[in-house]
């Protein structure tokens, strides 16, 4: 399902956060839950802070991202440290491509590192998507890479050697300088068009020596909440899509 090319820019804000709802409904008093970075992360992490301030609601969090965890300090979610056997109950996060097998491509947002170690620590992963972000094949949107920045040019070879079409990732505030992850490593982005095998790919892919992590999220996600127009539907891996409305905790 993909959406339609005439969607707007204010029906896919819509989207998002009806997606983002509906996944704040899922969560329970005492849990620690993971936070995802990303545009439909954050009405998620939006929304959770105003029932954790005006209803009550007790979690504990620790957030993918700088951006992700200000934000959860700004709307009043309670933060924790990583630290040795921490483990998340759920995890909300986003994705830039899901299938029907709930493969991912993560990392536009550049925090793929750290959204691939919580969703690991973490018992439940659920993504939260509006309708643009559900494809056939995984591949349209661009790969992205965390590298290590000495190991840029032999990275570059590598993935080109692949047929990844490598582009380094520049800095939108500043287009002279390439962008940087959270931990200072450089962000390549790889142009497959279509991966027919991501679990092979994902392979090839971390061991190259100085790549420290890439995009393709495979057997991880649990259950995603995408948004169509105005109605949600819970996708599971091999399983049909079922309207939201028929699940009141995780699916």
Not at 1 to 20: H, V
Not at 44 to 71: K, M, P, Y
Not at 162 to 189: F, T
């Amino acid at each position: 399902m993909s959406a339609p090319q005439s969607t707007s820019a204010s029906d896919l804000a819509a989207e998002k956060l009806l997606a983002a709802t509906t996944a704040v409904g899922w969560v329970r008093d005492g849990m620690r839950v993971g936070l995802g970075t990303g545009s439909t992360a954050a009405p998620f992490i939006t929304l959770l802070g105003q029932r954790v301030r005006e209803g009550g609601l007790r979690i504990e969090a620790t957030a993918t991202s700088r951006a992700s965890e200000e934000l959860a300090r700004q709307v009043g979610i309670p933060l924790l440290e990583p630290r040795r056997g921490l483990r998340f109950d759920l995890t909300v996060d986003g994705a830039d491509e899901l299938d029907a097998q709930l493969r991912l491509i993560k990392g536009g947002g550049g925090a793929l590192l750290r959204e691939k170690i919580i969703a690991t620590a973490s018992d439940y992963l659920l993504i939260v998507a509006d309708s643009t972000k559900a494809v056939g094949q995984l591949g349209r949107f661009p790969l992205p890479l965390e590298v290590v920045p000495f190991a840029l040019p032999w990275v570059i070879d590598a993935v080109a050697n692949l047929g990844g079409a490598p582009v380094l990732r520049m800095n939108k505030q500043n287009p002279l300088e390439p962008a940087q992850s959270d931990q200072g490593n450089l962000l390549v982005d790889c142009h497959f068009q279509q991966i027919s095998d991501p679990d092979s790919l994902a392979a090839q892919l971390i061991v190259i020596p100085g790549i420290v992590e890439h995009g393709l999220f495979l057997g991880l996600a649990r259950a995603a909440v995408v948004a169509q127009g105005g109605q949600a539907q819970v996708w599971r891996p091999g399983q049909a899509p079922a309207p939201a409305e028929a699940f009141t905790a995780l699916p």
